[in-house]
């Protein structure tokens, strides 16, 4: 399917279904989960996937980058990996009997790049990501080569292996617009994955975007989404949002001061103001309602949340702990209109 350009609000809702659906093929159930992803997508961030082995985060990272016909790079993340495996390194060549420096690119020189158990790599080695999902670009013995847009980073990370994983810094987890948490399928689900994988002819994804001009009009998308609209009441919400993520040093009694250390950055307020234009435009609408952010807040704040040391003590989630500390704010919000 190709567009022509400029899009209207209508075509991009269409395309961002016909997405869903394609995915949906191979990702059975996780209806939630792959409308995050594409969220994330569009909105111009990256996720962080997480889940335990077999739930099919590998399987939607690939199938993605099918159905928008964009290149593809996968780095299966270890111990051993170094820098260089990821972002390139210079090499010498000989050209006409002189030897010379050359550039040779790494993986990271794609559309849809998918790190696989991320937190398996060291942090010396998690952080080579860094300028490349903030900046898009990478820097190599003083020299800045730009990544192509658009750039797309998928991490996955297994919660359950302690043993030779490296917990991810919050700089580098404050460079994901979501964390997406994939569960486990419903038995009528996992029913219907027994069907379809354990035939000869499996379900597969086709290309919704024509490879020509798959790249012009998923930028054309996001900027598209950027003219959605936001109402002061919303704005002045998200902040409050976010807000009573800070704990406050004079206020023991505070959710937000028992259970967090440090609470979310700037980046997560951005993140739920983008993620809830980009649900907006998918829901049919060209300004943000508050049901908008309520959906997304949890996806762009749970990873940005530091705990205290009681609430590890008591085995206290991020989820667990924003979900106490939101509600109050829903529930008084949840009747202004927009």
């Known amino acids: 399917m190709t567009q022509n350009l400029p899009m209207q609000p209508e075509e991009f809702r269409k395309t961002f279904q016909a997405l869903h659906e394609e995915l949906s093929r191979v990702i059975v ?45 996968r780095i299966q993340c270890t111990p051993d990996l170094m820098p260089a495996d990821i972002l390139g390194t210079q090499l010498i060549v000989d050209r006409d009997g002189r030897k010379a420096f050359e550039f040779s690119k790494g993986p990271v020189f794609t559309h849809i790049l998918l790190a696989d158990e991320v937190n398996r790599a060291t942090p010396k080695t998690q952080s080579a990501l860094l300028e490349a999902m903030e900046e898009r670009q990478v820097t190599i013995t003083g020299t800045t080569h730009k990544l192509e847009e658009p750039f797309f980073v998928i991490a996955t990370q297994n919660p359950i292996e302690l043993l030779g994983t490296y917990s991810l810094p919050e700089a580098q987890l404050d460079r994901f617009l979501f964390r997406v948490f994939v569960g486990y399928p419903t038995p009528e689900e996992l029913g219907q994955i027994l ?32 003219e959605v609209l ?109």
């Not at 997480?50 to 964009?70: H, I, N």
């Not at 259970?259 to 234009?277: D, N, T």
């Open 195 to 226: 069907r379809q994988t354990t035939v000869a002819d499996a379900p597969s994804t086709q290309a919704v975007l024509g490879a020509d001009k798959a790249k012009e009009w998923i930028l054309h998308a996001r900027r598209l989404v950027r």
């Open 29 to 73: 159930g996780q209806h939630d989960v792959i409308e995050a992803f594409l969220v994330a997508f569009f909105a111009g961030g990256h996720v962080l996937l997480e889940g335990v082995p077999g739930l099919g985060k590998t399987l939607l990272a690939k199938s993605f980058a099918k159905t928008l016909g964009l290149t593809f790079a």
């Open 230 to 338: 936001v109402a002061r009441t919303i704005e002045e919400y998200v902040v409050r949002l976010v807000s009573a993520t800070h704990p406050k040093e004079d206020s023991e009694g505070d959710a937000a001061s028992k259970w967090i250390r440090y609470g979310a950055s700037p980046r997560g307020a951005q993140a739920i103001l983008m993620g809830a234009k980009v649900l907006a435009m998918v829901r049919g609408r060209v300004n943000i309602s508050f049901e908008d952010v309520d959906h997304i807040a949890p996806f762009a704040l749970n990873h940005r949340l530091v705990l205290s040391f009681e609430a590890e003590a008591e085995r206290r989630t991020a989820t667990a702990v924003l979900q106490e500390i939101l509600e109050p704010i829903h529930a008084a919000t949840s009747r202004q209109p927009a």
